[in-house]
Each structure stands twice: as C-alpha cells, then as structure tokens.
C-alpha cells in the first residue's frame, strides 16, 4: 500500500519533503494473514510549527483487486511542546544608564503554550571583557542587587518579555556582572544566547567621570592631579551624572582618597 501526504487543499499539493515531514511518502507491505500496519510520520527537527498545520495523507495501491473503504486521513500537527530563550540582540552586553536597567527575553518558539523561564546575576570572579575591552567584576551587594533565581513567565502568543535589574552603585572605574538564563534539567526548552554583560559607568556614557579618573591616574604634575581630582569630586558631589544619582560606594571612596593623596 502506498501512502503520500498532501496540504489540506483537495490534495492537489503534495507536502514538500523536508518542509514539515522528514518523510512525505512511502509504502507499507501486509503479510498473508496481516491485518493491520504502521504508517510513521516524523515532522523536520527545524520545521517544528509554532501553531497548529492540518494536512492529509492518502492511501493507494496498483495491487490488482485492492479496494479500500476510506482513502484519506486528515492529521494536524501538533504545535511545539518546547520553548527556545534567548535575551534579544540589543540586551546581550549593555550600559547601564540609571539605577534600574531592563533586559528584554525572547521566546522563539513555543508561542502555543504558556511557560516560564528563570534568571540569576552573577558575579564573575575575574574580569569581563566586553569586545576589546576589559572590566573589573562588579560586587554583589555593592554596585548591584544580586538575584540568586527569579522567573518570568510568557503567557500563549507572547514572544517578548522583560527583566528589571537594580543597579546600587556606580565607581569611578567601570564594572560588569552577568545575567544568565535557566531552565529546569528535565525541561524540554531550550537557551542560546543565554548570557548577557551589564556594564556599570562605562566610558563611553555621557559621563566622563573614568576620563577624569585616568587624567588623575597618570597625571605629571601636582596642579595637574588637584584639577582632575576636583573635577571628580565636584561630580559627585552635585549627586547626579548621565542623569541618574550616585552613591558613593567604600570602594569609589577609597579610589578619590587613593588619588588625592598620591
């Protein structure tokens, strides 16, 4: 008995192979006595639907004296039982600008169920090096609010969701931390992309407090130092750069008394 498989369209388009199936035709053969026989279908590993598709298959033979009761089956694949995570392009290495920085989560897939997906920070223990450039690791507890596991839960045809993440404070040398995404071992999800770098006063915002840093840093001369070290210190004190608040963590303390008194 032969068997192909058609779009649900009066079968006048048979389904391409490796569209949908990983096999859109074949035969299977009945023994003398046999009265039943398996047709197996697989769907394509990368055509998973994110919705349900209807399609048919139908059945014939060039067997003489073969006649059949019903010839066509209708079959619907089933969306996809697994989600795929990842944080978006633009939320994969950031510069945070306030004292909250939001992280934006994709599903790729899955669209049809309800799930969830967990998130952590976590403090690297050696320096970040973000393209050509390399940070200190910034301290839980002290430049940011550490998340030991926090989930986010995508309700059906929600593909986008967000994460906010509490930034302490700022020194004057700038910090990384990462955030990565999880999902539970026995968990048919999937991640990629499932790390992201948040950067704390990168050099290239708007505030020029790491510039001031560094003219103070490998200054020549004493008049050189007191001008950088007031610049960095009138700053601060006015309580605001790029347009957010700044606390002055022991460790941005210590570097300004480090400075002025060199």
């Not at 089933?78 to 633009?90: D, K």
């Not at 700022?170 to 999902?183: G, K, M, N, Q, W």
């Amino acid at each position: 008995i032969d068997w192909q498989t058609y779009y649900s369209d009066g079968g006048v388009h048979p389904v391409a192979l490796g569209d949908l199936l990983v096999r859109d035709s074949g035969n299977v053969t009945f023994s003398p006595g046999q009265s039943l026989a398996n047709i197996t279908l697989a769907l394509s590993p990368n055509k998973v639907p994110a919705s349900g598709e209807t399609f048919s298959l139908r059945i014939s033979s060039s067997t003489v004296g073969i006649t059949f009761a019903v010839t066509v089956a209708t079959i619907t694949a089933a969306p996809s039982r697994f989600s795929v995570y990842q944080f978006s392009v633009n939320s994969r290495s950031v510069v945070a600008t306030d004292l909250t920085q939001v992280l934006m989560i994709q599903r790729l897939q899955g669209l049809k169920l309800s799930s969830q997906v967990s998130y952590s920070t976590v403090e690297s223990s050696d320096p970040i090096t973000v393209g050509e450039v390399t940070f200190l690791p910034a301290l839980a507890s002290v430049h940011f609010t550490s998340v030991t596991s926090a989930s986010v839960l995508f309700p059906i045809d929600v593909g986008n969701a967000t994460i906010q993440l509490n930034i302490i404070s700022a020194d004057v040398i700038p910090r990384a931390f990462y955030v990565t995404l999880s999902v539970p071992t026995d968990s048919s999800s999937v991640l990629q992309n499932e790390r992201a770098v948040i950067v704390i006063n990168h050099p290239g915002t708007e505030s020029d407090l790491y510039t001031d840093y560094l003219t103070a840093y490998h200054s020549t001369t004493p008049s050189q130092l007191s001008s950088a070290a007031t610049d960095i210190l009138n700053k601060l004190s006015n309580g605001a750069v790029s347009g957010r608040n700044v606390s002055l963590s022991n460790t941005m303390k210590l570097t300004i008394e480090e400075i002025i008194s060199t």
